[in-house]
Structure formats: structure tokens, C-alpha cells
């Protein structure tokens, strides 16, 4: 199992940037597909973005398409979500997982399985 922890949230105005960080500890973080949740106040968790453990793929809810971009350096295990054009209704504590198949993060894929590890989350208030 990998280990996860989250970083770089905080306080941003609305149409700000912010940058997430996700670092993991273990062998085999190469050989994982990473991805981004989020869980506003009052709502259900909601999937953010995925990518494959050869950047390959990627995968995007449509209400940050344009505006959120996720990628990884394998060098330094480590997954990012460059968070841009931040709206209020993006905030929420963002939790960051790691999972055997990048089509286990995308609901409209109708594939089982589940995830390997989570983070801790991190979290994100952008303001009006």
C-alpha cells in the first residue's frame, strides 16, 4: 500500500490559481494511477481528475475541464492538480488516491474496483 498526503491548500480569492500536492512514500508509486476527490460542504465526494501512471491518460469531471489540470512526476512521487479560474463552489477539502487502473477514478466508466489509499485531504476555500 501507498501513502498519501496532501499539501497546498489554503485561502484564494475567486479567479485565482492554487496549486495542489500529493506525495507518496512506497515502492511501487510508478505503478499507480492517481486521482483527485473533492467533498464541498454539504455534498457528496466528487470525482476531480485522474491520470494514468504513464501520463498517458487523463480524465476530468466537466465543471473544471479548461480550468484544473492533473499531472505527475514519478521522479519525485508526486501528483499535482494545478487548480485555475477557482470559483467559490470549488471549495472543499480535495483528497488526493491511488488506484491499480485509471478507470477505477471516472464514474461514467462502468468498471469495478477500488482504491488502494487516500490522503488526509487538503483544504481549499476560494472566496467571492
Known amino acids: 500500500q501507498v501513502q498519501l498526503v496532501e499539501s497546498g491548500g489554503g485561502l484564494v480569492q475567486a479567479g485565482g490559481s492554487l496549486r495542489l500536492s500529493c506525495a507518496a512514500s512506497?515502492?511501487?508509486?510508478?505503478?499507480?494511477?492517481m486521482g483527485w476527490f473533492r467533498q464541498a460542504p454539504g455534498k457528496e465526494r466528487e470525482f476531480v481528475a485522474a491520470?494514468?501512471?504513464?501520463?498517458?491518460?487523463?480524465y476530468y469531471t466537466e465543471s473544471v475541464k479548461g480550468r484544473f489540470t492533473i499531472s505527475r512526476d514519478n521522479a519525485k512521487n508526486t501528483v499535482y492538480l494545478q487548480m485555475g479560474s477557482l470559483k467559490p463552489e470549488d471549495t472543499a477539502v480535495y483528497y488526493c488516491?491511488?488506484?491499480?487502473?485509471?478507470?477505477?477514478?471516472?464514474?461514467?466508466?462502468?468498471?469495478?474496483?477500488?482504491?488502494?489509499?487516500w490522503g488526509q485531504g487538503t483544504l481549499v476555500t476560494v472566496s467571492s
Open positions: 488516491a491511488a488506484a491499480q487502473d485509471v478507470l477505477i477514478f471516472v464514474p461514467w466508466i462502468p468498471k469495478g474496483g477500488a482504491l488502494d489509499a
Open positions: 512506497g515502492r511501487t508509486f510508478s505503478h499507480y494511477a
Open positions: 491520470i494514468s501512471w504513464s501520463s498517458d491518460s487523463t
